[in-house]
């Protein structure tokens, strides 16, 4: 593997060496790059703040797309929030389960994102609902006198009792077996107008309501059918909304390139291990048909207390160094794609399909020796 690996060196600002300059050389035609990621990890959320100043700074690129409730992000550009970390984490004390992933470090980089680039729609959060409360408090101030207003105040209470603090985290949302049916009825009842704020909001907690049903129940029922059904409409509504934002952005008559970031399920391309075509696949999809190129890679964090790579799945060694470095490197998958039969025959058969998906999903591999789990000081929120 070694004619395909790059070592590189990282700092907050800048990339450089030979992975650096492998993957400059990957992007210069990419409209999209996506980074999928494992989540709650120290270092790839520092990896992908830097990897986006250096797309900013040399390549045009002026949206970043993340796996985030979009009120939740609307917060985040909010004057007051917007650029300053710590003030992000003050706004979600009031509503603690607005953004799913709010460590140190994540906040860090939607701070760094949205003060580095102007507008409204600098950051794209394509994510379904997180907070009830948050959403019904806006719905609670658009609904029209009469039984919808009386409803959404029904349903705001409920939202305040059930999802009070982090540790609360979907319990209204998906534990509250009355919560889809109900929202159903309000929006039955209300039908706002198609294009309006109420729609967005009451489109999100109805398909997040849903989403989350198909989980908990297929859970609970053993049924994989319910599970499919789970990822399908999930990557429905990411591909949906961040078609809503692209299209916004290309009003300019320029394609808006765009750094994703998201879990890795996601973003490979093809039909990820839940069963459903993925948001990569779309992205990968759309930047062919917009002319020009997406590059994908899975982002492997490594404690600094683990000295060897056994931890990992053998069909992501397959494709590392004999040797694990002490630095950090890229992995050059589509300089691998050649030698595939003789590489995935070396497999286990065991893994020999998840190698696959792997080789042919991720254009690169980046390995980040030294990590650690996120820290959560400036919420104060219980790490996961």
Do not use: C
């Not at 450089?16 to 709650?40: M, Y």
């Not at 979600?92 to 003060?115: C, I, V």
């Not at 992205?283 to 060897?308: E, R, W």
Request: proline residues 7%; charged residues 20%; glycine residues 8%.
């Amino acid at each position: 593997m070694s004619d395909a690996t790059y070592p590189f060196s990282w700092n907050d600002h800048d990339l450089t060496g030979p992975g650096a300059d492998h993957l400059r050389r990957a992007v210069r035609n990419a409209q999209f790059v996506l980074i999928g990621e494992e989540h709650h990890d120290r270092n790839t959320p520092l990896f992908a703040r830097t990897l986006y100043a250096v797309l900013r700074r040399e390549d045009g690129f002026s949206h970043l797309a993340v796996e985030q409730d979009p009120v939740g992000i609307e917060l985040a550009l909010s004057p007051g929030q917007r650029g300053n970390a710590a003030a992000i984490a003050g706004g979600l004390k009031k509503w603690p389960t607005l953004l799913g992933f709010a460590s140190d470090q994540d906040l860090a980089f939607l701070a760094d994102a949205g003060a580095s680039v102007a507008g409204p729609d600098a950051i794209w959060g394509v994510e379904q609902a997180q907070s009830p409360v948050r959403y019904l408090e806006e719905l609670a101030t658009l609904a029209p006198a009469g039984r919808a207003q009386d409803s959404v105040a029904r349903l705001l209470d409920r939202a305040r009792a059930e999802d009070r603090t982090r540790a609360d985290f979907g319990k209204f949302l998906a534990y509250d077996r009355q919560a889809l049916p109900d929202l159903r009825r309000l929006d039955a009842l209300w039908s706002p107008a198609k294009g309006t704020r109420a729609r967005f909001l009451l489109d999100g907690l109805v398909r997040s309501a849903e989403i989350y049903d198909y989980y908990v129940r297929g859970k609970a029922e053993h049924d994989p059918a319910l599970g499919y059904l789970n990822a399908t409409v999930r990557e429905t509504w990411l591909k949906a909304q961040f078609t809503r934002q692209y299209r916004v952005a290309a009003r300019s008559g320029r394609y808006p390139r765009v750094l994703f970031k998201f879990g890795d399920n996601h973003i490979r391309r093809g039909v990820g291990t839940t069963g459903a075509w993925t948001l990569g696949t779309f992205a990968a999809d759309l930047a062919t048909f917009d002319g020009l190129d997406s590059v994908s890679m899975l982002v492997v964090p490594i404690g600094s207390d683990i000295p060897d790579w056994q931890h990992l799945p053998k069909e992501l060694r397959l494709f590392l160094p004999h040797t694990p470095s002490s630095g950090p490197v890229l992995i050059d998958l589509t300089a691998l794609r050649p030698i595939a039969t003789e590489l995935l025959q070396a497999a286990p058969s065991s893994s020999r399909e998840a190698a696959h998906a792997l080789l042919f999903g991720f254009d690169a591999i980046v390995v980040l020796p030294g990590s650690a789990p996120a820290t959560w000081q400036l919420t104060g929120f219980p790490a996961p």
